[in-house]
C-alpha cells in the first residue's frame, strides 16, 4: 500500500481499545531482558516493524523466543552470542542508539545498519561518550552514520551530562553504566521520557534519580526478569485525540493509555488549545496507565517552547491541530525534529503549506497560521508520523498522502481504526 485517500470526516463518537502498544516500552522490553539469566514475560508486545527488528536482533544475539496469542517469553542466552549478520534496526533510532550502548561492553563484534532513514541520522550523540569510557565504535562520516561497528570493550564508569534531552541517548548510557567497572553519573538539561529508568528499578537495577542527576551502580548480578503488560502507545493514541478536537460534535474514549508524565504532555497542550480532555488513570505497572478521554472544542493558538522533549513525537500532529486553531502557533527551541525520521520542521511546513496554511520556518521551530485546510497531496518523506498526521488532517478536507508504508514501522492497525471513523481508500 503507497498511497492512502481519506475522505472529509463526519462527527463521530467512539471508543478505542486497540491503539498499538507502546514502542519505546516494547523495545526496551526486547533489549533489557537480555539483563537477566531469566525468562520474560511480554504481553501486548507492539508488533510493528520497528519492534519486530528489535525483537529479531534479540534473538540474533542468542535470546530464544517463544509466542502464545499476545504473549511472547523471551529467554536470555547465558552469554551474548556473537551474530553472523549485519544486526538490522531498520527506521529506529531508539533500537540503534539502545543497542550501542548495550552491546559495547559485551564480547564480540556487532554491526548495526537500518533503512536509508535511519542511515542518515546522527549516532555521534551516543558514540562520543561511549568512546569516552572505552567503548570501540566506528561508522561512516568519522564514527556518526550508520553502518555503525561495535567491538565489545571494557567500560569505565562516567560521569556525563548530556547537552541534549534524549532518552535514547540516556537509555543508552545507563545500558553502559550497568556493565562498567565504577559507578556513574548520568544528568540531561531537561527530564526526557523515563521508561528506562522505572522498567530497570523494576528489574532490581541500582538506578537512583535525585531529580537532578541519575547515579547508576553497575550490576554484579543478573537482574530479576521483566512481567510486563505493554499499555497503548500515547504518542499512537494522540493522531485519534487530534481527529476528534477537530471535528465539531465529536468525542472519543483512548483506552489502556500510557499515562506516564513524560508522554503526554501533547494532551496538556491540546487541551490549553480549549479541547476537553480527560485522564482517568486505572492502573499502574512501571508506570501509570489509564483512559484519555478527548472531546472537540473551538481551538484556539498557542506558544509551545517548554518540554520539548515531553512532546517532540507528537509535534507533527499538535501541528494539524495549530492549523485547525484560531490565531497563530508557535514552536520554539525544538531543533531536535530535524534529526527525527524526517527533518519534522520541514516536513511540517513544506506539507502544511501545501494544505493553503500559512507558515514561516525557522531554524529551531516554526509557526503555523490557522486558517482553512485545503485537499493536497502530501509527501511523508518516509516519515510515519507526518503521514498519519496529514490523514488525520484529511477529515476536515479530504486528503492523498503518498509513500505511507511507513506507517508500519509504529501503528500497522492505524488505517483500519482511520476507516472506523471516515471513509479511506488506498492502493498501490
Ligand atoms: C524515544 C525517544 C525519543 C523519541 C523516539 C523514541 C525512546 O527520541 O523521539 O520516538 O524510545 O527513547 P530522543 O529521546 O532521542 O529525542
Given at each position: 500500500m503507497s498511497y492512502l485517500k481519506v475522505k472529509p470526516g463526519k462527527l463521530f463518537e467512539v471508543e478505542i481499545d486497540s491503539i498499538a502498544s507502546d514502542k519505546s516500552i516494547s523495545h526496551r522490553s526486547a533489549i533489557f531482558?537480555?539483563?537477566?539469566n531469566k525468562p520474560s514475560k511480554v504481553i501486548n508486545y507492539l508488533e510493528a516493524e520497528d519492534t519486530l527488528n528489535t525483537l529479531s536482533i534479540v534473538e540474533q544475539l542468542g535470546a530464544t523466543i517463544t509466542r502464545k496469542g499476545s504473549v511472547i517469553i523471551i529467554t536470555p542466552p547465558k552469554k551474548i552470542q556473537e551474530p553472523a549478520n549485519v544486526l538490522d534496526c531498520g527506521n529506529s533510532g531508539t533500537a540503534i542508539r539502545l543497542f550501542m550502548g548495550f552491546l559495547s561492553s559485551r564480547e564480540g563484534f556487532f554491526v548495526l545498519h537500518g533503512d536509508k532513514y535511519l542511515a542518515s541520522r546522527p549516532m555521534r550523540r551516543v558514540a562520543d561518550p561511549l568512546r569516552k569510557i572505552g567503548a570501540h565504535i566506528d561508522g561512516r562520516v568519522k564514527g556518526n552514520l550508520a553502518p555503525i561497528s561495535v567491538r565489545g570493550a571494557k567500560l569505565e564508569g562516567f560521569d556525563y551530562k548530556s547537552p541534549i534531552a534524549s532518552a535514547q541517548v540516556k537509555s543508552a548510557m545507563i545500558l553502559a553504566a550497568l556493565h562498567a567497572d565504577t559507578p556513574s553519573v548520568y544528568s540531561e538539561p531537561h527530564l526526557s521520557r523515563d521508561h528506562s529508568e522505572r522498567m530497570l528499578r523494576g528489574m532490581g537495577a541500582e538506578v537512583i534519580d535525585d531529580g537532578k542527576k541519575i547515579k547508576i551502580i553497575p550490576n554484579i548480578a543478573p537482574l530479576e526478569p521483566l512481567e510486563i503488560t505493554v499499555p497503548a502507545d500515547p504518542s499512537s493514541g494522540f493522531f485519534f485525540a487530534v481527529a476528534t478536537a477537530i471535528t465539531p460534535g465529536a468525542k472519543i474514549v483512548l483506552k489502556n493509555i500510557s499515562l506516564n508524565p513524560t508522554r503526554v504532555e501533547a494532551y496538556e497542550v491540546l487541551k490549553k488549545m480549549g479541547a476537553e480532555i480527560e485522564f482517568i488513570e486505572k492502573e499502574s505497572q512501571y508506570e501509570p496507565i489509564g483512559d484519555i478521554i478527548v472531546g472537540h472544542r473551538e481551538l484556539k493558538a498557542v506558544s509551545v517552547e517548554k518540554n520539548i522533549a515531553w512532546l517532540i513525537d507528537e509535534l507533527p500532529a499538535l501541528s494539524i491541530a495549530f492549523a485547525c486553531a484560531k490565531g497563530k502557533s508557535t514552536v520554539k527551541n525544538a531543533h531536535e525534529l530535524r534529526v527525527k525520521e524526517s527533518d519534522r520542521i520541514a516536513s511540517v511546513v513544506n506539507n502544511l503549506e501545501k494544505c493553503g496554511i500559512k507558515t514561516t520556518e525557522f531554524e529551531d521551530g516554526y509557526t503555523v497560521d490557522g486558517g482553512e485546510l485545503q485537499s493536497a497531496v502530501i509527501d511523508s518523506?518516509?516519515?510515519?508520523?507526518?503521514?498519519?498526521?496529514?490523514?488525520i488532517a484529511g477529515l476536515k478536507c479530504g486528503m492523498h498522502i503518498e509513500d505511507i508504508e511507513c506507517i508500519q514501522t509504529s501503528f500497522p492497525?492505524?488505517?483500519?481504526?482511520?476507516?472506523?471513523i471516515t471513509e479511506v481508500s488506498y492502493g498501490d
Open positions: 531482558s537480555l539483563l537477566s518523506f518516509g516519515d510515519h508520523r507526518i503521514a498519519m498526521s496529514f490523514a492497525n492505524f488505517v483500519t481504526l482511520l476507516e472506523g
